[in-house]
């Protein structure tokens, strides 16, 4: 496995390190691969009580490469703009997966959980957040939506309008106001956070196993999850052929202030 995904199993307890601390956990192709490579592991094993998912150095994860885009081309075709269907269907598949686990998961969040990374959170089912935390789902900034299971869920998490409010903006939001309108379930002080995570897996493993994992999937099935994924495909498929797309990611990469065109 990549080195860019570190595992580590501690009896019942699965441990998954993001860990790429000199770019702030910022997610690859490679790193989403050994991501899923992770989760498929996990699946086999016996005996496993809960998932912990963290990110190594001083961030949880920024999000997305976004040189990602630029390489997109190597792996789908030169006119992979053309089949974003297919691309945002394997994105979406590893976050599907990680969610269809039968074993609770939680994302232990520190520093910064933007775009990609708030997306790999918000398919846990349980957010713990250091207080000193930025929570944003950044992508209308880029010329395009949270595809991989963000509109969806954080919709289903929060309720529309404050999926509208945090989606439209694509602004930064403290773990405090994450906290009050629903999106995590716990915020600490950094040095807190370990223990409070070690709290929630002690209580955890008091229940029984089948009941948590039956009581997961009829908690999940209750959305139609499934059909809201295929629009978000959709309508990303739409803007990765915008310019306003184009201009959003060489604005980004450039440092520099978009100018859109609406089209």
């Keep these: 496995m990549s080195n860019l995904i570190q ?12 860990n790429r601390p000199n770019k702030r956990n910022a997610i690859s192709l490679e790193m989403l691969q050994a991501f899923d490579n992770a989760i498929t592991d996990i699946n086999t094993m016996e005996g496993v009580r809960a998932v912990i998912i963290r990110g190594a150095g001083t961030a949880f994860s920024s999000g997305i490469d976004v040189t990602t885009f630029m390489l997109l081309a190597q792996q789908y075709g030169a006119n992979w703009q053309q089949r974003m269907r297919r691309i945002t269907d394997d994105f979406q598949g590893v976050f599907n997966r990680l969610e ?9 969040t520190h520093g910064y959980c933007l775009g990609l990374a708030m997306e790999l959170a918000l398919a846990c089912d349980l957010r713990i957040s250091a207080e000193n935390t930025r929570w944003g789902l950044p992508e ?28 439209f903006t694509g602004g930064q939001y403290d773990a405090a106001q994450m906290a009050d309108w629903g999106i995590i379930n716990y915020v600490v002080a950094e040095e807190q956070l370990q223990a409070k995570v070690d709290d929630l897996v002690a209580a955890i493993t008091q229940a029984a196993p089948l009941a948590v994992g039956m009581a997961k999937r009829v908690i999940d099935g209750s959305a139609d999850i499934d059909r809201s994924l295929q629009l978000e495909a959709w ?22 202030p978009p100018q859109w065109k609406g089209k």
């Design 140 to 167: 209308t900034r880029l010329g395009m939506i949270p595809d991989v299971g963000g509109t969806t869920r954080l919709t289903r998490i929060a309720g529309p309008a404050r999926a509208k409010e945090i989606i």
């Design 7 to 18: 595992v580590e199993r501690r009896e019942a307890l699965v441990e998954i390190m993001l």
């Design 100 to 108: 269809r686990l039968e074993i609770p998961t939680i994302a232990m």
């Design 235 to 256: 309508a990303q498929s739409q803007l990765f052929s915008s310019k306003d797309f184009m201009e959003g990611i060489q604005s980004t990469m450039e440092r520099r």
